[in-house]
């Protein structure tokens, strides 16, 4: 099943992503991956109305441990 229509940010910054969850609050959902997320909806058990793909963000590509 397809997910539902929802509108598709691409953030460039962390602070252009973090302006976009604080402006849309309960009506948005990050996307990193989307292994989980598109398949929740594609089931209906998800329907933000807002998805904040976090994937195009420098720094935030991966986990580092630090020393
Ligand atoms: C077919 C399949 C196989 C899988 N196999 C494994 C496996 O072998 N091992 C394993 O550990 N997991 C597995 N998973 C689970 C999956 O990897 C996890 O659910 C993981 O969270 C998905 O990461 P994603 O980056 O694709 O997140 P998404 O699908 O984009 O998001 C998952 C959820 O986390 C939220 N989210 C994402 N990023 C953030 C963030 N930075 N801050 C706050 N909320 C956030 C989203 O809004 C959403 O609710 C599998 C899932 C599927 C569908």
Known sequence: ???PPFI???PDTLD???GLLAEHDDDAK???GG???IPLMGL???RPEHVVDIGHIP???GVVKRA
């Open 35 to 37: 292994q989980s997320l």
């Open 59 to 61: 720094g935030l590509a």
């Open 16 to 18: 252009e992503a973090l």
């Open 8 to 10: 598709y940010h691409r």
């Open 30 to 32: 990050i996307l990193a």
């Open 44 to 46: 209906r058990m998800g």
């Open 1 to 3: 099943m397809k997910a």
